[in-house]
């Protein structure tokens, strides 16, 4: 029972064990490294979006504490 099979079964099931740990540790580094990515390019969105949130402010800012004449024509100007 335990003769040549088992020998044979041992080995087999440390190179599957091998393959498959390595496998596993390739997996997480591919989704770390995914993750990463997802940070860097969602950080820049940020940055774009705040650059956009900004320049509306000013023109809020600007047409409210606009005098009524300069705004109207800027409007008909538009």
């Known amino acids: ?5 088992s ?3 041992m080995v087999v099931m440390i190179v599957a064990v091998s393959i498959g ?3 596993y540790m390739t997996y997480l580094k ?6 990463k990515a997802r940070q860097a390019t ?3 969105d940020l940055r774009r ?5 900004k320049s509306r402010v000013k023109t809020l800012e600007r ?3 606009d005098n009524e004449h ?6 008909e100007r538009l």
């Open 1 to 5: 029972m335990f003769g040549m099979e």
């Open 7 to 9: 020998s044979h079964f």
């Open 21 to 23: 740990g390595s496998a």
């Open 30 to 35: 591919t989704r770390s490294d995914e993750a």
């Open 42 to 44: 969602g950080g820049e």
């Open 49 to 53: 979006e705040v650059a956009d949130l």
């Open 63 to 65: 047409i409210v504490t």
């Open 70 to 75: 300069q705004l109207s024509k800027e409007i």
